[in-house]
């Protein structure tokens, strides 16, 4: 019995670049993001737009709602809407 193993050892390289402005107080603030991110793998970069909202609904606990735009800047598709809702959460410390 012969077996054979092939091991691709290539390595590639992924580039990411964001940003984010928030305006508010921590109780609820609204944000804007942008994000740039390439990957040499695949040849293929990202750009994302979003707008969001950070609402604190419980002490330690945030909702996160956002919306944008996202783009492959490698193909001729255009820009797709994306959406997105998340529960964030720290560990609070009693004063």
């Given at each position: ?25 921590n ?8 994000q ?60």
């Amino acid at each position: 019995m012969l077996i054979h193993f092939w091991v691709k050892n290539d390595f590639y390289s992924k580039y990411v670049a964001s940003t984010r402005l928030y305006g508010g107080n921590n109780a609820i603030k609204g944000f804007i993001e942008s994000q740039y991110k390439y990957s040499e793998e695949v040849k293929s970069g990202f750009f994302l737009f979003n707008l969001g909202t950070e609402y604190l609904f419980r002490q330690g606990m945030w909702l996160v709602f956002q919306a944008g735009l996202e783009k492959n800047t490698s193909t001729s598709i255009p820009a797709q809407f994306v959406s997105n809702i998340n529960e964030l959460s720290t560990i609070c410390r009693n004063s």
